[in-house]
């Protein structure tokens, strides 16, 4: 059983470009977050999705982020115009129905913006 | 505004030693859990509580949820290099299912 699986593990982009990180949830799960860590830091929560469905994005800056969790395939974390301040460790968590208990985290995506 | 506050920042302490990592907050949680990260790593769960004032073991460590379900500890007895890592503790508040991190202590024990 395949645990929650992120890419890329590593990202670079320049500033101005857009950055489109994925994450395919344990098999059987229907519900996953993102979460934002800075070094030395804990998580920061970003936005909870069901199945094409947003639950809560109270975390999600206004402008230039974006989350999907589509019907078929991995969930998506958009940030479009990076900027410097992106830079960070972007961990996405699932778990299993019907409400969710234990978080199951991938092993993260680190975004480098130069 | 940090909802959940953890303490100490860092920690350093010889192998064998005993320690307490607290995590604290103004608001009431509907559950807390524990999670250790390591690095490179994403977090793992340790622990769930869900009752005021419970208490959980897990072979060398101890949790305990406060009575009014604000604050919560984590007690490591004769701490190992293994324990070594970044503990964090979540909760969720009201009906919802948004799991708020704290700010994390790390945890370095020296052989």
């Known amino acids: 059983n395949a645990g929650v699986m992120q890419n890329p593990r590593h990202l670079v982009r320049r500033r101005g470009q857009e950055a489109r990180l994925r994450c395919s949830p344990m098999k059987g799960h229907s519900h996953v977050y993102w979460y934002r860590q800075l070094p030395e830091e804990g998580l920061k929560f970003m936005v909870y999705l069901q199945k094409e469905n947003i639950i809560d994005e109270s975390g999600m800056p206004k402008e230039r982020f974006s989350a999907e969790f589509p019907k078929e395939g991995p969930s998506i974390l958009r940030i479009q115009q990076v900027v410097r301040g992106d830079s960070a460790a972007y961990f996405c968590a699932s778990s299993p129905p019907p409400d969710p208990g234990e978080l199951f985290f991938g092993e993260g995506s680190r975004l480098t913006v130069l | 505004t940090q909802l959940l506050e953890q303490s100490p920042q860092f920690l350093s302490i010889q192998e064998g030693e005993n320690l307490t990592v607290y995590c604290n907050s103004s608001?009431?949680?509907?559950?807390l859990q524990w999670y250790r990260q390591e690095p490179g790593e994403g977090p793992v769960l340790l622990v769930t509580v869900v009752t005021g004032g419970e208490v959980k073991k897990l072979k060398r460590l101890t949790f305990q949820f406060g009575d009014a379900r604000k604050d919560s500890s984590l007690h490591i007895t004769a701490a190992q290099p293994g324990d070594t890592g970044l503990y964090l503790c979540a909760g969720t508040r009201g009906g919802t299912y948004k799991y708020i991190f704290g700010t994390g202590t790390r945890l370095k024990v020296l052989a």
């Open positions: 608001s009431v949680f509907s559950s």
